[in-house]
């Protein structure tokens, strides 16, 4: 999808994919990543989600990446703390206490950039891109952040009955993209109505 899309959703307020309260598939299946107190957490294609409010509440770290900046104010508001605001390169930088959020397009960073990733968490966002651009955004992931512990969320329907986002990813292609550096683990599944009209199996994989 186009930038402008995604800001024309956040300046309209049609943001149905965010949730008003803490995704429970996250709150269920996070502790089986396994990680060490205060490990620093990926969140791609962020929004202005309740599940890093969450996370932070657990005592992680949190660095995120969205490209629209009233999403990123939201969330600070959210969070009641006042970021520190800084250019890097293409991007801006949201920085408060255990949490540093970029702010652009998530193909402009780098790990040089973003630092040391201990787990990535996706949820609504390979499923928020087209299949081309899929490819490439794992591929960005894997040399973001070295392939450390991941929970991710896709949605699988018929494709042909509805338009994405969110698309349509099966379990075949999370192979393709992920099972050369991971064991891939399906830890649930659901059977959820989308757009209220067509059925999807919503699952969680754990990605180690
Ligand atoms: C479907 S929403 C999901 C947001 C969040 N993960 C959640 O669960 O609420 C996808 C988000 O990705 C952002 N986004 C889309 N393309 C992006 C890109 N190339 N770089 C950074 N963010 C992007 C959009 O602005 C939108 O907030």
């Known amino acids: 999808m186009e930038a402008e899309f995604w800001h024309e959703r956040w300046s309209r307020g049609e943001i149905g994919f965010h949730q008003g309260e803490?995704?429970?598939?996250?709150?269920?299946?996070?502790?089986?990543l396994a990680l060490e107190p205060g490990s620093r957490v990926f969140i791609p294609?962020?929004?202005?989600?309740?599940?890093?409010?969450?996370?932070?509440?657990?005592?992680?770290?949190?660095?995120?990446?969205?490209l629209s900046e009233l999403a990123v104010r939201e969330l600070f508001?959210?969070?009641?703390?006042?970021?520190?605001?800084?250019?890097?390169?293409?991007?801006?930088?949201?920085?408060?206490?255990?949490?540093?959020?970029?702010?652009?397009?998530?193909?402009?960073?780098?790990?040089?950039?973003?630092?040391?990733?201990?787990?990535?968490?996706?949820?609504?966002?390979?499923?928020a891109l087209p299949r081309e651009l899929r490819v490439r955004y794992s591929s960005l992931l894997l040399a973001l952040s070295y392939a450390p512990p991941q929970l991710l969320i896709t949605y699988e329907y018929d494709q042909s009955a509805m338009a994405g986002p969110p698309f349509s990813v099966s379990a075949e292609e999370v192979n393709q993209h992920y099972s050369y550096h991971y064991q891939i683990t399906c830890v649930e599944s659901v059977e959820v109505l989308m757009k209220g009209k067509v059925t999807a199996i919503e699952t969680v994989w754990l990605l180690m």
């Open 22 to 32: 803490v995704n429970p598939l996250l709150a269920a299946h996070f502790e089986q």
């Open 45 to 66: 294609l962020c929004g202005k989600s309740l599940d890093m409010v969450w996370l932070l509440a657990q005592g992680y770290q949190v660095v995120g990446a969205e």
């Open 77 to 127: 508001e959210t969070l009641d703390i006042q970021p520190e605001i800084s250019s890097v390169g293409s991007l801006k930088h949201y920085q408060g206490e255990g949490v540093d959020i970029y702010v652009g397009d998530i193909f402009d960073l780098t790990r040089g950039v973003i630092g040391q990733v201990d787990a990535v968490y996706d949820r609504a966002a390979m499923v």
